[in-house]
């Protein structure tokens, strides 16, 4: 059957490179891009439909799902954790208020797909901190941790009772060359290339230490898009699969960088990040996602910080 995939959050960091992979797979107008006010990039807005409305607005998103006959519904708008730190309300209203917009209207629309992504912010102080188990100890202690835990049950809850399929997995801290991060406490692995390429040092607000689990764009674009594609009757978990890539301390990326970039220098300023970046697992077992649906990344530490620094030269030594 044809597919019409909206992308909610089509503007930020992951979904605005995966509207342009997905219109790529599935073609320009096949793949709705949206956003609740920020400006998209040209590439999003001329690769096909782009339609501005705030997600926590149920007609108004009624109304660009029949406008275009939506069948899937990619829900990639959210208040992450730093942010949500500084106005937990707004990261309720948004997390919450938008997620359960979009699986009313595909139950009432009987749409045939959604996917909420969720995150290691799921996890909290007293969850294994080692190779973190699939099922485990769920108690975040962040707003933005709360509304994930909330969207996975909620997200298995609409499969349950509804027969609805929604899927989801936990992303660790995504790195990428295209649009930056917002508000989240991974972002530091993103702001660190910028910094060493334009400036030659950084300044970063997690300690040394701080050991998180991590993975390159092209990796999260190919575990979401194999996730949506894998076949259903073969899935034991729905909303809230562990995937793994690489995890790394800042220190460990500042030394792979100065591979690169000799001269490179770096210091640290511990802020209220370093708290929640504590409360979050070092490193993440992904064997279910592996064994139901084939997940299995390409890039590790090295690979990645290679791929990063040659292309955002070119974006920024022009
Ligand atoms: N990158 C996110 C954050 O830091 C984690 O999902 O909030």
């Given at each position: 059957m044809?597919?019409?995939?909206?992308?909610?959050?089509?503007?930020?960091?992951?979904?605005?490179?995966?509207?342009?992979?997905m219109r790529e797979i599935y073609g320009g107008s096949n793949v709705i891009a949206s956003t609740r006010k920020t400006p998209p990039s040209e590439a999003v807005l001329n690769g096909g439909p782009f339609e501005y409305f705030d997600v926590r607005?149920?007609?108004a998103l009624g109304a660009v799902c029949d406008k275009y006959g939506v069948t899937h519904i990619v829900n990639m708008a959210a208040i992450l954790s730093a942010a949500g730190e500084k106005d937990p309300l707004l990261a309720w209203d948004i997390n919450m208020n938008g997620l359960i917009n979009i699986l009313e209207l595909?139950?009432?629309?009987?749409?045939?797909?959604?996917?909420?992504?969720?995150?290691?912010?799921?996890?909290?102080?007293e969850t294994p901190r080692e190779n973190t188990p699939q099922e485990t100890v769920l108690r975040p202690t962040t707003m933005y941790g709360i509304t994930k835990v909330a969207g996975e049950l909620l997200g298995d809850?609409?499969?349950?009772?509804?027969?609805?399929?929604?899927?989801?997995?936990?992303?660790?801290?995504?790195?990428?060359?295209?649009?930056?991060?917002?508000?989240g406490t991974t972002d530091y692995a993103v702001a660190i290339f910028y910094e060493?390429?334009?400036?030659?040092?950084?300044?970063?607000?997690?300690k040394e230490n701080t050991r998180l689990p991590m993975m390159y764009m092209p990796d999260c674009l190919k575990a979401t898009i194999d996730l949506m594609e894998a076949d259903f009757s073969k899935l034991k978990h729905h909303s809230d699969f562990n995937v793994s890539a690489m995890s790394f301390t800042p220190g460990e990326l500042?030394?792979?960088?100065?591979?690169?970039?000799?001269?490179?220098?770096?210091?640290?300023?511990?802020?209220?990040?370093?708290?929640?970046?504590?409360?979050?697992?070092?490193?993440?077992?992904?064997?279910?996602?592996?064994?139901?649906?084939?997940?299995?990344?390409?890039?590790?530490?090295?690979?990645?910080?290679?791929?990063?620094?040659?292309?955002?030269?070119?974006?920024?030594?022009?």
């Open positions: 044809k597919k019409k995939i909206l992308i909610v959050g089509a503007v930020g960091q992951i979904g605005s490179e995966l509207t342009l992979k607005d149920r007609a595909a139950r009432e629309k009987k749409m045939q797909q959604v996917l909420v992504p969720s995150s290691i912010a799921v996890f909290g102080p809850y609409y499969v349950r009772k509804f027969g609805l399929d929604v899927r989801g997995l936990r992303y660790p801290g995504i790195i990428s060359h295209e649009t930056l991060p917002g508000g060493a390429i334009q400036n030659k040092r950084y300044t970063c607000f997690l500042a030394a792979e960088i100065k591979k690169h970039i000799r001269d490179f220098t770096i210091e640290y300023q511990p802020d209220f990040r370093q708290a929640i970046a504590d409360s979050w697992p070092d490193s993440i077992d992904d064997s279910a996602a592996r064994e139901e649906w084939g997940w299995k990344p390409s890039y590790d530490l090295a690979a990645m910080t290679k791929d990063m620094i040659e292309n955002l030269k070119k974006k920024l030594l022009k």
